[in-house]
């Protein structure tokens, strides 16, 4: 009888002993991902590659990128959760924004460091950035895409392979305009949360970041477009983040430090490229790069081939694959990736039914039941038929979808699928699907035949 007793009293003593002191921080949140720490950080690392190639990223060696680096790493020490190798680079770009790629690269234009009229202003943009960081949010965001999007369903469950690879072979990536460095406004709230605890244990105001964010907000026009879409304003955010700020012990706030007055000095004199100018460069890269014309989503006539571990195919000489050749992969022209999504192209993969005895006819209508689950858009059109693939027994299947596409009115085009399966020795089975809008669809149509026509299974 007195054993219980005992054990309430104590845990009445712990409980009362861990929430005494009013200092409690934020704990960073958990969701479903894909993605292991590692495979995060390489994705990061993937994508930083490419902004440095998109975007006009100061060297390391100029003084502002220093300061920036000195200042994101003081406030990177106070972070919570996993020790990511956090790293910070300022973009040459007018407009005000910043975003943070997966596992620690964090950017930082050079207009927003002009507009911050304190240092605890700007601090607070990277502490923001950092916590997006800490939480995972883009890996986050990218997880539940795949998990969400075409033949993934299907994948997630049944194939090993890296998930970055499944990322590329999806179509998807992080990096410049990717639609995962786009936060919802549950992230917002919560990267300001955390980055108002961030702000607090590096010494500065966390109050200062609200008034940044409203300040950013309240100029508004073409110069804050881009941050107000990657970081949309949840409401409220003054008040909660001085609420969160309220049950932290006051204390004496960091005041400018002089490098940050030499730096505001430097950047006043400063010319950086608008938007507008880096996407001219941009354009005129492409036009005299080899790859031909940017709209181009033509099948050459001349082929090569892809050596996959399940089979070799054939497919036109100016198409990339994309992917994983150990499981699934995406065979698209250069332009037909776009979005975050593939318009035109064909994705190849596994299929393992879930009875293992179930033949092909059966085989492919679970197939097709669990393409259509998680794509609720997708009809059939006419009925399934039996073909042969290179001597080998298929089903083909006509699908109509909705494009990633739209026309110049803006409305969303209609998109053709063909799905294609074959039989593999041990039962399961390899399925196409073929992508294109539908007014596009014959002109590609040869050259998805030829691709079939050239399967050879191992
Ligand atoms: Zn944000």
Do not use: C
């Amino acid at each position: 009888m007195m054993r219980p007793v005992g054990w309430m009293i104590l845990a009445v003593a712990v409980v009362s002993s861990l929430t005494l002191p009013s200092e409690a921080r934020v704990e960073p949140t958990h969701g479903f991902n894909m993605f292991s720490t590692q495979e995060e950080v390489q994705a990061g690392q993937q994508a930083s590659g490419d902004v440095s190639k998109q975007l006009p990223v100061l060297p390391d060696s100029s003084p502002v990128t220093q300061y920036v680096q000195r200042l994101g790493a003081q406030l990177a020490s106070h972070a919570p959760g996993e020790k990511w190798p956090y790293n910070f680079h300022v973009v040459n770009q007018k407009e005000i924004n910043a975003f943070a790629l997966p596992g620690g690269p964090i950017y930082v234009n050079l207009g927003t460091i002009q507009a911050a009229d304190s240092e605890a202003q700007l601090a607070g943009v990277i502490a923001h950035e950092i916590s997006h960081v800490v939480q995972r949010h883009g890996t986050r965001a990218a997880s539940k895409q795949m998990a969400a999007q075409l033949p993934l369903a299907i994948l997630g469950g049944m194939m090993g392979g890296s998930v970055l690879g499944r990322m590329a072979s999806m179509g998807l990536s992080f990096g410049v305009g990717s639609y995962f460095l786009k936060n919802s406004r549950q992230s917002e709230k919560e990267a300001d949360l955390l980055g108002t605890d961030i702000m607090y244990d590096s010494g500065y105001n966390p109050r200062a970041m609200a008034q940044f964010f409203a300040k950013i907000q309240a100029q508004g026009g073409s110069n804050t477009l881009q941050f107000l879409s990657d970081h949309p304003d949840p409401g409220n955010r003054a008040q909660y983040v001085s609420q969160e700020a309220a049950t932290l012990p006051a204390k004496k706030y960091r005041t400018d430090s002089p490098e940050f007055a030499e730096i505001k000095q430097q950047v006043g004199g400063m010319k950086p490229l608008t938007a507008e100018q880096i996407a001219a460069g941009q354009k005129q890269a492409a036009a005299s790069s080899s790859e031909g014309p940017t709209n181009d989503v033509t099948a050459s006539g001349s082929l090569q081939t892809l050596d996959h571990s399940d089979y070799t195919i054939s497919y036109p000489q100016n198409w990339r694959v994309l992917g994983d050749q150990n499981s699934a992969v995406t065979i698209a022209p250069l332009n037909g990736v776009t979005q975050n999504a593939v318009s035109y192209g064909a994705m190849i993969s596994p299929y393992q039914p879930e009875n293992p005895n179930t033949r092909l006819d059966q085989a492919t209508h679970e197939l097709l039941a669990s393409i259509r689950q998680s794509n609720p858009d997708l009809r059939q059109i006419g009925n399934d038929e039996n073909i042969r693939v290179n001597g080998v027994a298929g089903k083909s299947v006509d699908l109509i979808g909705k494009s990633p596409l739209q026309d110049q009115a803006g409305r969303t085009l209609e998109e053709r699928d063909w799905l294609v399966t074959v039989e593999r020795r041990d039962g399961s089975l390899l399925y196409f699907v073929f992508i294109a809008p539908d007014k596009d669809f014959g002109s590609l149509r040869p050259a998805f035949e030829q691709m079939l026509k050239s399967l050879r299974l191992k």
